[in-house]
């Protein structure tokens, strides 16, 4: 029997870590064929080069497609998600999978849904139905959940959510968070081991820090990030490990800054392009908060049982945890959040905590792999819109 081709596409290297172990799945399964797509972030010099450490891990690239270029303007973006339609139609062409696996929201997401879509293939969609208001990450992952065929959800209330879109409810699965499996496989660093791989020594206080631009605020991303430093100068104890941006509108006026704020005080700041899955878990396991606006601090900081201080409005409309602290992009408010974070009280609270994305305790990437192993493709492209019952349409 001819084995399943499934194809994943990975374009930054969170995205990556999380979809590390079902990539693992996959590829030791005798009845699938994994094929790997790489673009975006992995392809740049700038953010790292990471394709190179998804071959160390043991993984064949099959096609790299380019699309990041040099500016992070509104155009430059733009024009990259047309280069990346147009080498995701190659590479897909090339290689003839039966399924597209893709995660999440970016725009290089939305290039290969699209190329997918018009060649014809199913595409299965991870992390649909969540809601990210402050980013056009918000609209990306509604659109490529209309052009997906099968939906894997972190969470019931996402799997409802995908469903009042339109989709077929048996094609809808809530399989959990899938960046707890690294929770779950991996045996995380312990103090002195973080510290000699990052070559840094922690304190007795220390933040984890990551903050991307918010892309559809009218604020110049500089001003908020003035605000965060600002905020972190009011903890001058306080060690701090900052990871930086994506390829985003304005990252690069972020990564510039926290290079200038790490370079004052290096005995006590330290700055990463990328510090991959294990050395940003064991971070999260060893820091007491973790501060800024990314979907980590919301998704996989809690099953950590730690406090994330989040920014602003780039997460606003997430499932949270009460280990959230949401505040205002004020130094005012985030240091006012951060003292919360360390407080007695709050501490105290979190040793019962209950994340609604799951602890790590359940093997998500096997649940993923077995349905798309099993799943029927025969007349699945031809998508008929589910109506919601009359009586909860509003």
């Not at 080069?49 to 155009?75: A, N, Q, W």
């Not at 009218?218 to 600002?230: C, G, K, Q, T, W």
């Not at 730690?306 to 780039?314: M, S």
Request: proline fraction near 4%.
């Amino acid at each position: 029997m001819e084995k399943r081709k499934i194809c994943v596409v990975t374009g930054t290297r969170a995205e990556y870590g999380l979809l590390y172990w079902l990539m693992k799945e996959i590829q030791d399964d005798p009845d699938l064929e994994l094929q790997m797509v790489v673009t975006g972030m992995h392809l740049s010099p700038e953010f790292g080069l990471t394709y190179r450490t998804i071959v160390e891990d043991g993984f064949t690239i099959h096609e790299k497609v380019e699309m990041l270029l040099s500016s992070d303007t509104p155009v430059a973006i733009t024009t990259s998600i047309g280069l990346g339609t147009i080498g995701f139609a190659v590479a897909f062409d090339r290689l003839q999978p039966n399924i597209v696996v893709l995660l999440g929201d970016r725009y290089e997401i939305l290039a290969a849904a699209q190329a997918a879509l018009v060649a014809r293939i199913p595409i299965a969609h991870l992390h649909g139905g969540e809601t990210t208001e402050g980013a056009i990450d918000e609209a990306i992952r509604h659109a490529v959940t209309k052009m997906s065929h099968f939906h894997f959800v972190s969470t019931e209330e996402y799997r409802r959510r995908v469903i009042q879109l339109g989709e077929v409810p048996e094609r809808v699965y809530n399989v959990g968070a899938i960046g707890l499996d690294h929770i779950r496989q991996l045996t995380l660093l312990d103090r002195e081991e973080l510290e000699s791989s990052i070559g840094f020594t922690l304190g007795k206080v220390n933040f984890l820090i990551t903050y991307h631009p918010v892309t559809l605020s009218d604020r110049r991303p500089e001003e908020s990030m003035n605000e965060l430093l600002a905020a972190l100068d009011e903890f001058p104890d306080a060690h701090l490990i900052f990871t930086k941006p994506n390829s985003d509108t304005g990252g690069r006026i972020i990564s510039k800054m926290i290079d200038d704020y790490v370079s004052r005080d290096s005995s006590r700041r330290v700055a990463f392009t990328s510090l991959g899955q294990l050395r940003y878990l064991s971070a999260v396991k060893h820091v007491d908060v973790v501060i800024g606006n990314s979907s980590s601090g919301i998704i996989e900081v809690p099953a950590f049982r730690k406090p994330t201080v989040n920014l602003g409005d780039r997460q606003r409309g997430r499932v949270r945890a009460p280990s959230i602290i949401d505040c205002d992009e004020t130094r005012t408010d985030i240091v006012a959040a951060i003292n919360k974070a360390l407080s007695t009280p709050f501490q105290r609270e979190l040793s019962s905590l209950n994340s609604p994305y799951g602890n790590g305790s359940e093997y998500v990437s096997v649940k993923i792999k077995d349905l798309l192993k099993k799943a029927e493709l025969r007349n699945v492209l031809m998508k008929s819109f589910f109506d919601l019952p009359a009586k909860e349409v509003l």
